[in-house]
Nanobody
Framework: QVQLVESGGGLVQTGGSLKLSCSGS????????MAWFRQGPGKEREFVAA????????LYSDSAKGRFTISRDDAKNTVYLQIDSLKPEDTAVYYC????????????????WGQGTQVTVSS
């Protein structure tokens, strides 16, 4: 199992940037496919981005392409989500997720979830 803790959220103005972090426990962090999801107010949780075990492959939702960057540092057991040019519609709770049963980035099922970090973008 892996336990995930997100950090880095906050209140930011439109056009600003944030870098979210997700720290995982355990010695086999590198064996997990990692992803970020988000849930805006009154909305369902949606996929944002995913990164493969090795970090060599990434996948983004259409709304995340161009402004979001997912990366990982397995030496630190951490996955990141850089968000640039923030918009009010990016306001959401951002969740980190992990799974080691599949390395397919278009497999949106994840076994382990963090508690989320709030991102609020003011207009």
């Amino acid at each position: 199992q892996v336990q995930l803790v997100e950090s880095g959220g906050g209140l930011v103005q439109t056009g600003g940037s944030l870098k979210l972090s997700c720290s995982g426990s355990g010695r086999t962090f590198s064996n997990y496919r990692m992803a970020w999801f988000r849930q805006g107010p009154g909305k369902e949780r949606e996929f944002v981005a995913a990164i493969s075990w090795s970090g060599s492959s990434t996948l983004y939702s259409d709304s995340a392409k161009g402004r979001f960057t997912i990366s990982r540092d397995d030496a630190k057991n951490t996955v990141y989500l850089q968000i640039d040019s923030l918009k009010p519609e990016d306001t959401a709770v951002y969740y980190c997720a992990a799974d080691r049963t599949s390395n397919r980035l278009n497999d949106y099922q994840y076994d382990f979830w963090g508690q989320g970090t709030q991102v609020t973008v003011s207009s």
